[in-house]
């Protein structure tokens, strides 16, 4: 299956923007590229120079029964409309998400350690 990612920040923005418009309109807020989440892991893995398969067991028994192969967005609306564009790529949002969780993970450690 293959997905939208993006970075929660950039997705408040263009809400942000949409409350600025003068009248109320729908816009779809998206990166307008799919990757998927076997990628997202791969990727993950290898910036934290993980072996894959030693850590991740894949079960199709899991799978959902019915799902579309790839979703996709359309989001020349929101570029045009409200001047807002998904900037990051899909290896800057991975590392910026893994460098999210190793800050926070070390401010849990200060605060554990007063």
């Not at 892991?41 to 019915?66: A, G, Q, S, T, W």
Request: aromatic share 12%; charged share 30%.
């Amino acid at each position: 299956m293959q997905g939208l990612w993006g970075y929660a920040p950039d997705y408040i923005k263009a809400m942000w923007l949409m409350l600025q418009h003068k009248n109320p309109i729908d816009i779809a807020i998206c990166s307008g590229h799919t990757n998927s989440l076997k990628e997202f892991v791969e990727i993950v893995f290898k910036k934290l120079d993980l072996n894959c398969e030693k850590y991740l067991k894949i079960d199709k028994k899991l799978y959902r029964p019915i799902d579309l192969d790839i979703i996709y967005g359309d989001n020349s609306k929101a570029k045009k409309e409200i001047g807002w564009q998904c900037d990051m790529t899909f290896e800057q949002l991975i590392d910026q998400l893994i460098d999210d969780e190793i800050k926070y993970i070390e401010w849990k450690e200060r605060i554990k350690n007063g």
